[in-house]
């Protein structure tokens, strides 16, 4: 009897702190208050523990999350980026102005690139991104993605290459973070001969 009684304490003592406030059975137990069972579940044993463990491993997990987003958010942009550049030195390797002879010169090669990069990618801010463009490997001025007045330079056997920037994007908050930048290069290209 004496064992029956004791497995039957230690089984209160490890129920829920607001349940086992008063045992069963018990002559005279009266009802307790929600805050009074709040109370003796804080001031339990071992119930308390696990939600002070939690409060202090939930800033340590929503720092993790984040920087699992940042990261996801960033590759995502990276790749957009990557795809973009890779349409426009495709775009401008073909399209390139030919001296005159071809009758799909470019009046602002620039523009027209970064028109073909940007509907290439739905993701990216295309106010956010700079695109800078080597010509036979000196950099064109470029004002605002157009380059008009280097038009006739973009001739067909001349060589170039595309660099484009975006800033990082810091995960779900959409803040941008000075000094990080993603950066997408082409290898030096040949405009082609499209005449």
């Known amino acids: 009897m004496k064992r029956l009684s004791r497995l039957h304490g230690r089984a209160l003592k490890f129920a829920s702190g607001f349940y086992r406030a008063t045992a069963p059975g018990r002559a005279g137990a009266r009802a307790r208050s929600t805050g009074s069972r709040l109370r003796a579940f804080l001031r339990s044993g071992g119930e308390g523990q696990s939600l002070v463990e939690f409060a ?3 800033p340590v997990l929503a720092i993790i999350l984040t920087g ?3 990261i996801g958010i960033n590759t995502c942009n990276y790749l957009a980026m990557q795809d973009a550049v890779e349409v426009g030195a495709r775009y401008l390797m073909i ?3 030919t001296s005159g002879t071809n009758t799909n010169n470019l009046a ?3 523009q027209a690139v970064f028109t073909q990069m940007m509907g290439s990618s739905s993701t990216l801010d295309p106010s956010k991104i700079t695109v800078t463009y080597t010509l036979n490997g000196t950099a064109v001025n470029s004002t605002g993605n ?8 973009f001739g067909a ?3 170039f290459s595309i660099t484009a920037t975006y800033p990082c994007t810091a995960g779900i908050y959409k803040a941008n973070l000075s000094g990080c930048k993603l950066v997408v290069s082409t290898p030096t290209l040949t405009i082609s001969s499209n005449t």
Do not use: Q
């Open 157 to 159: 056997g001349g060589t």
């Open 146 to 153: 157009s380059c008009s007045s280097a038009s006739g330079s």
């Open 56 to 58: 202090l491993v939930l």
């Open 108 to 110: 602002d090669p620039c």
């Open 95 to 97: 399209e390139g102005n």
């Open 68 to 70: 699992l987003f940042w």
